[in-house]
Nanobody, 124 residues
Framework: QEELVESGGGSVQAGGSLRLSCTAS????????MGWFRQAPGKEREAVAV???????NYPDSTADRFTISKDNQKNILYLQMNDLKPEDTAVYFC??????????????????WGQGTQVTISS
């Protein structure tokens, strides 16, 4: 059964950093769009970073200068380095596996497989 498992969430103070990992099983990340999304209570799920098969990345304005997505194709692991965290970054963060696209979408509905999520809480 295909599976994505996130880890690395936690609680930090504003200005701190966290690194999330997503390990894929029975799903190859090498040739597909991979993404990180988040969902805060009462809000819609939104993209924070996506990465294409060839390594091109895409970020929304809210995370572009603070978050970095990367992947290790050999280990089949996706990463998200988050710096200068703010209270508004508090959410459950999800890893997602999508289609093959030259430019990966920031739209959640384009992604087919999802992890269970990991909680990130930023205190002021």
């Amino acid at each position: 059964q295909e599976e994505l498992v996130e880890s690395g969430g936690g609680s930090v103070q504003a200005g701190g950093s966290l690194r999330l990992s997503c390990t894929a099983s029975r799903l190859e990340i090498r040739n597909y769009c991979m993404g990180w999304f988040r969902q805060a209570p009462g809000k819609e799920r939104e993209a924070v970073a996506v990465i294409a098969d060839h390594g091109a990345t895409n970020y929304p304005d809210s995370t572009a200068d603070r978050f970095t997505i990367s992947k290790d194709n050999q280990k089949n692991i996706l990463y998200l380095q988050m710096n200068d965290l703010k209270p508004e970054d508090t959410a459950v963060y999800f890893c997602a596996h999508g289609p093959y696209d030259r430019i990966c979408s920031l739209v959640a509905s384009r992604y087919n497989y999802w992890g269970q999520g990991t909680q990130v809480t930023i205190s002021s």
